[in-house]
């Protein structure tokens, strides 16, 4: 059974950072794209970053780019996000999510969620 479990949240002053952490199990995703997804309360669940397989390419939202670095370790099947400036208005639940099959990363969501973890920016 495939299982993704974040770490790493928590509450933090704005300006700070924090690093979240995804670890799979189950199955490898090293071929495999992987992301971050974000649901604030009384919005929708929205895209973060994303990664290929490789680790070579990476895509983020404009709202995150520069103060946000997606990363993975595919010999630990654990996939990063690593938080830095951060703002009020990235106070979400953060999710890990992987594709089945797809290597090409995109920021439309694949198959397997986390159950997420709660980010709280304080101004």
């Known amino acids: 059974q495939v299982q993704l479990v974040e770490s790493g949240g928590g509450l933090v002053q704005a300006g700070g950072s924090l690093r979240l952490s995804c670890a799979a199990s189950?199955?490898?995703?090293?071929?495999?794209?992987m992301g971050w997804f974000r649901q604030a309360p009384g919005k929708e669940r929205e895209f973060v970053a994303t990664i290929s397989g490789s680790g070579r390419v990476t895509y983020y939202a404009d709202s995150v780019k520069g103060r946000f670095t997606i990363s993975r370790d595919n010999a630990k099947n654990t996939l990063y996000l690593q938080m830095n400036s951060l703002k009020p208005e990235d106070t979400a639940v953060y999710y890990c999510n992987a594709e089945r099959t797809k290597v090409t990363p995109s920021t439309t969501p694949g198959d397997y969620w986390g159950q997420g973890t709660q980010v709280t920016v304080s101004s």
């Open positions: 189950g199955r490898t995703f090293s071929s495999n794209a």
